[in-house]
């Protein structure tokens, strides 16, 4: 289930990395668009929600194998 979840936000933050609260916050706050490094950390982030729920993914496969 959790792995589930790191997979979805991971795509999230990968196709719409302006989509979630901090971009709200920034945006009230500075009232101006996020800068290209911070959408770039964002999307970085989202890899590696990917990497890190794709193993989760295949250890909860390979535990219920076993």
Known sequence: MLAVVFL?????????????SLY??????????????????IKSSGLLLLVL???LFVAGILIVLL
């Open 24 to 41: 709200r916050i920034w945006k009230v706050k500075y009232d101006s668009e996020p800068s290209s490094d911070y959408i770039q950390h």
């Open 53 to 55: 729920g794709s193993i």
């Open 8 to 20: 979805v936000r991971g795509v999230l933050r990968i196709r719409k990395p302006t989509w979630g």
